[in-house]
């Protein structure tokens, strides 16, 4: 009897380390590859971008949306030998403050990616595109972009309306 429980906690830890691994490659944490790889290796390894961007010297950077509810973007920029050379997450405070009225919405998807959400403001012929962000619970960084312009119009924090959904187990609290 001794050595059939010894069995059942062999195989209790083995399936716990087996989960523990398989957690670990759900995603990959900042700086899971070094400076150098391949742009291929990096797509390969990071799922398919969300984007892709050009940068000046012929250098590309590659969006990748991670995290639940569209909390983290990851920005991978490479050289124009196609080899990376910096990797960072762009949803914070440091990045939005350089959000700026009359700043191209093109150069705001270069910053910060893809919003989580837009919504149109039909009266005043905008779009305000929504970021959550790591640490900001009920706050999210907004972007007005004018439809005429294609420029931003303002920025700022505003409450998320995930947050308005009753504590059921289908909203956001």
């Given at each position: 009897m001794?050595?059939?429980?010894?069995?059942?906690?062999?195989?209790?830890?083995?399936?716990f380390a087996g989960v523990a691994v398989l957690g670990g490659c759900a995603s990959l944490a900042p700086g899971?590859?070094?400076l150098g790889?391949?742009?291929?290796?990096?797509?390969?390894?990071?799922?398919?971008?969300?984007?892709?961007?050009?940068?000046?010297?012929?250098?590309?950077?590659?969006?990748?949306?991670?995290g639940s509810?569209?909390?983290q973007t990851y920005m991978l920029d490479f050289d124009a030998a196609g080899r990376l050379v910096a990797l960072n997450q762009v949803l914070n405070e440091a990045n939005f403050a350089t959000i700026t009225p009359g700043l191209?919405?093109?150069?705001?998807?270069?910053?910060l990616g893809h919003p989580v959400q837009?919504?149109?403001?039909g009266?005043?012929?905008?779009?305000v595109w929504n970021y959550r962000y790591p640490g900001g619970d009920c706050v999210w960084f907004q972007v007005s972009i004018s439809d005429a312009t294609q420029r931003v119009t303002e920025a700022g924090m505003g409450t998320d309306p995930a947050c308005d959904r009753p504590a059921d187990g289908m909203g956001w609290q």
């Open positions: 001794m050595q059939r429980d010894r069995g059942w906690l062999r195989l209790g830890v083995s399936l899971g590859l070094p790889t391949p742009i291929a290796q990096a797509r390969q390894a990071w799922f398919g971008p969300a984007a892709q961007y050009p940068l000046p010297g012929g250098g590309t950077r590659l969006e990748f949306d991670q509810f569209g909390r191209p919405a093109a150069e705001v998807l270069l910053r837009v919504f149109p403001v009266w005043q012929k905008l779009q």
